[in-house]
């Protein structure tokens, strides 16, 4: 059964660093494209960042220099490192993998676009606040 578990969501402090991960059990992760998206009430999920199977990364524009998206495939896992985090990266942040993965690599829009990812975890709460 295909599974993922996020882990690491907290309350922190502006300014600060978490590590968020994603473990995925019941297929191989690198063949997958993956991504981390985050939700906050009355919005939809916006995409953060992404981990096509070939390697590419992109990320949304509000984590470009900040957030870098790593797969470790010995750990069958996505991580999200977030760094000088803000009150505006609050959310429940969900962890999502698909197969469908045609053109991903290739555009940013594809490779964030919430419709093209078949599963989902349950998602992991970031509090920034002071």
């Known amino acids: 059964q295909l599974r993922l578990v996020e882990s690491g969501g907290r309350l922190v402090q502006p300014g600060e660093s978490l590590i968020l991960s994603c473990e995925a059990s019941g297929f191989d992760l690198s063949v997958y494209a993956v991504a981390w998206f985050r939700q906050v009430p009355e919005k939809g999920r916006e995409g953060v960042a992404c981990f096509t199977n070939n390697g590419v990364t992109f990320y949304g524009d509000s984590a470009e220099d900040r957030f870098t998206i790593t797969r470790d495939d010995l750990k069958n896992m996505v991580s999200l490192q977030m760094n000088g985090l803000k009150v505006e990266d609050s959310g429940v942040y969900y962890c999502?993998?698909?197969?469908?993965?045609?053109?991903?690599?290739?555009?940013?829009?594809?490779?964030?676009?919430?419709?093209?990812?078949?599963?989902w975890g349950q998602g992991t709460q970031v509090t920034v606040s002071s």
């Open positions: 999502a993998a698909t197969l469908r993965t045609s053109l991903m690599s290739y555009t940013r829009t594809v490779c964030l676009k919430e419709s093209r990812y078949d599963d």
